[in-house]
């Protein structure tokens, strides 16, 4: 088992609706975990991160984070054309400071259909 | 506040050289991570510096390599360069709470 899974995609959401980017982990210690965007030929750009369970929200974007199901969440509103990217979950393995490492899923490629 | 640099942009290499890539992180940011991005395995963690200090690694051969230096710049060097190293190579400069990716730089081994 991978120790970050995702739908690798495409997802395709048409302008306006909500698309829902999902992520497993395996690692029942992870402390941390963080959604980045990433287009094409571009680098990772973080979006948000959430540490405790339920709902963080930022903009259009709200994180999820169910610990007990090892599951984590993004959801983006009003899906705009721009919102077409990649997006790739990462987890902090590791809950000590000093011995963290971020390990990412292999993203979900998401498209906007105007 | 100025993001992550990282030099060269590209780069082309020949089987069997060496390449050194170089990453300067957010001004106070004392942690620097390096990770190869592929399209085959995605983005996979190659090793993590603090204070000059190897602090993590992930599971990559010896021929890949870091240091870090006093100002928080970090080299990443790889040497006798295989056709399956040609991929995006990223730096991320660590925060209190998470990492910035710097702009990447893409190596292609011939």
């Known amino acids: 088992q991978k120790e970050v899974e995702q739908n690798s995609g495409p997802l395709s959401v048409p302008e306006g609706a909500i698309a829902s980017l999902n992520c497993t982990y395996s690692d029942r210690g992870s402390q941390s975990f963080f959604w980045y965007r990433q287009y094409s030929g571009k680098s990772p750009e973080l979006i948000m991160f959430?540490?405790?369970?339920g709902d963080k929200e930022d903009g259009r974007f709200t994180a999820q984070l169910n610990k007990a199901s090892q599951y984590v969440s993004l959801l983006i509103r009003d899906s705009q054309p721009s919102d077409s990217a990649t997006y790739l979950c990462?987890?902090?393995?590791?809950?000590?400071?000093?011995?963290?490492?971020?390990?990412f899923g292999t993203g979900t490629r998401l498209t906007i259909i105007p | 506040k100025a993001g992550v640099t990282q030099t060269p942009r590209y780069l082309i290499k020949t089987r069997g050289q060496q390449v050194t890539l170089s990453c300067s992180p957010i001004?106070?940011?004392?942690?620097v991570s390096w990770y190869q991005q592929t399209p085959g395995q995605g983005l996979q963690f190659l090793f993590e510096y603090f204070s000059e200090t190897q602090r993590n690694k992930g599971n990559f051969p010896g021929r890949f390599s870091g240091r870090q230096f006093s100002n928080s710049r970090s080299e990443m060097n790889v040497s006798t360069l295989e056709l399956g190293d040609s991929a995006l190579y990223l730096c991320?400069?660590?925060?209190?709470?998470?990492?910035?990716f710097g702009p990447g730089t893409r190596l292609t081994v011939l």
């Open positions: 001004s106070g940011h004392r942690s």
């Open positions: 990462a987890v902090n393995i590791g809950s000590n400071f000093g011995n963290e490492k971020l390990t």
């Open positions: 991320a400069s660590k925060g209190r709470d998470t990492q910035y």
């Open positions: 959430i540490y405790s369970n």
